[in-house]
């Protein structure tokens, strides 16, 4: 049995959930498994009842599951409420709270999608990297922070341990596919850099058959653009990875297609990159992929069954070469289909497949 905990959120978040709901009840039927899903409030809409964009409640619910499954949290009505009570926190919290240290990103290329890139289909067609940030250290949580009238302060710091976990969980991962790590980082600038570095190079020596190479973060935000094959796994720390894994995702095409996962040491959460996408919540145009995607992440990590996976990348690539195509990713001139329709497509397709 797989305990699955949703955590729908706000705007397009109860949408594009349902839909992976769908997926996975599909899943259950076709491979006779047995799925309990139970949902808990999270974010706006946990504030509006509790007072409190987490409770105790949900964050014990996803304490005790298999598998947290996450929509979106935020939008307009709750971004004047002070820091600590924002969305924002509430997420670093739950991402403490379970341990969550890295953070996954595919940055993939669906071939009936090379056009919709702002990069040129010959430079992207065939990317396919793994992006993994460090998660719960770094300067997100870094004391002392804060500010005054005068001055505002940070700070970055990361513990031995804190690297090495999160250096071999990527060398791990780099054995599964090219082996190939790219570490990167500001070694040249910053002494935090230069031992995260130093660390990573010392689990090398557990992985010998793994190729590493070192690079600044200046640089691969370059590289990325310029030539994104190059890459097949990166590690990098929690600020640098905030800003690369956007961009290493949206020269694949839409924030609506990106999957992610958050894995820790006993505990998984599995979400879309986007937000609550409040100008598009309600209207049934949210693109589901990406959430949909990320359930073939929770299969593949959280349940160890690649074979589902592969079917549910499968089910979304036959239907996205069939044309099918929400607004996010549709040209001019194609039928614009909704969150729905796209929905019940993906699922057909897992059925007969
Ligand atoms: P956003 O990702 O919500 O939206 C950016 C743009 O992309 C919008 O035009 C939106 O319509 C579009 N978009 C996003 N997801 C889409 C999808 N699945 N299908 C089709 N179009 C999609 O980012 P934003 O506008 O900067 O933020 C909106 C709210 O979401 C804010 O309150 C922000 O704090 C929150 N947010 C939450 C998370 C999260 O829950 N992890 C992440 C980012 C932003």
Known sequence: MFKIVTIPGDG???EVVSSAVQVINALEKKYDLEVSIEEHLFGGASYDVH???LTEETLEACKNCDAVLLGAVGGPKWENLPHEKKPEAALLKI???LGLFANFRPAKVYDALVNASSLKPDILSGTDFMVIRELTGGIYFGQPRGYDENKGWNTMV???YEVERIA??????AMKREKRLV???KANV???SQFWRNIVHEVHKDFPDVELTDMYVDNAAMQVVRDPKQFDVIVTKNLFGDILSDISGMITGSLGMLPSASIGKNHALYEPIHGSAPDIAGQNKANPIAT?????MMFEHSFSMQHVADDIYKAIEKTLESGMRTADIANSDDNIASTTEITDAITAKLEVS
């Open 12 to 14: 397009i978040g109860p």
């Open 51 to 53: 007072s409190e964009m």
């Open 95 to 97: 991402r403490k709270e």
């Open 158 to 160: 990361y513990e031995k």
């Open 168 to 173: 071999r969980l990527a060398f791990e991962t």
């Open 183 to 185: 570490c990167i980082d």
């Open 190 to 192: 910053l002494e935090c």
């Open 292 to 296: 949909i995607a990320s359930v073939a």
